[in-house]
């Protein structure tokens, strides 16, 4: 992978890749407060309706908030929808405790469709038609132990999920069908997070695990591309 198409600087960025914002621009004013009920993991704002917030609570619950009204207009709480399809070893660590945290909330990209990473195994994609409208699109055995992150991604111009987790593992997934086109193997360490990119026509995908290293990958089965260690772990 040529270096030239790695780290891209945004366009918040000055030319030697330093942030040209402070901690002077961020807002300082409360304009909200939501009573959640629980501790919130992961929250993430409707890509087109703004005014939407998806979150995620370490009970397993999902809510949908209209921040205009305050009003909560959707809560789901945590349910395998069909434990006989999945795997022996979750299958176990259910019937012993069916209680899931939710690591990740995410929006596809028009948000259309919403991804929940669970701290037991699976990933559940919602599909959103507004209002409370939240309908079951997919649930997938993705790892073995916690998902620890999500994230949409557009290879080939088809939509994909990108998930990882506590097995090391990296996988990517058809959004429609579920199923899986790529599996990633390298780290030596839970992989902990995920982030799709693209540069030009050339998509990859940056992956970080707990031991401090960090991964840029491809979409095909050759490996990783890039293997560097993040400044401190």
């Known amino acids: 992978m040529p270096v030239n198409i790695l780290p891209i600087g945004y366009s918040g960025q000055s030319h030697h890749g330093q942030s040209s914002y402070s901690s002077d621009d961020l807002p300082k004013t409360v304009v ?10 992961s929250m993430d704002f409707h ?5 939407l917030l998806l979150v995620g609570t370490n009970t397993g619950d999902i809510m949908i908030w209209e921040l205009g009204s305050r009003e909560k207009l959707a809560h789901k709480n945590f ?16 019937t012993s405790d069916y209680t899931a945290l939710i690591n990740r909330v995410t929006w596809s990209p028009d948000g259309t469709l919403f991804g929940v990473a669970y701290s037991k195994h699976i990933v559940q994609i919602y599909s ?3 209002g409370d409208d939240v309908r079951n699109h997919l649930e997938i055995d993705a790892h073995v132990g916690s998902v620890n992150d ?5 290879p080939n111009k088809q939509l994909c999920i990108v998930t990882c987790g506590d ?19 390298g780290h030596e360490a839970p992989v902990y997070s ?15 695990a707990t031991d401090g290293k960090i991964k ?18």
């Open 32 to 41: 909200m407060t939501l009573n959640q009920g629980s501790v919130v993991k």
């Open 128 to 130: 959103y038609h507004g």
């Open 79 to 94: 349910k395998v929808w069909d434990l006989s399809v999945f795997s022996t070893p979750l299958q176990a660590a259910l």
């Open 150 to 154: 999500l994230a949409f991604s557009y």
């Open 167 to 185: 097995d090391r593992l990296i996988k990517v997934w058809n959004a429609v069908t579920g199923f899986k086109q790529y599996t990633f193997e």
């Open 194 to 208: 995920v982030c799709p990119h693209f540069k030009e026509t050339v998509q990859f995908i940056f992956s970080t």
């Open 216 to 233: 840029a990958w491809l979409y095909d089965n050759i490996g990783s591309r890039v293997d560097y260690d993040a400044p401190g772990h």
């Open 47 to 51: 890509p087109v309706q703004q005014i």
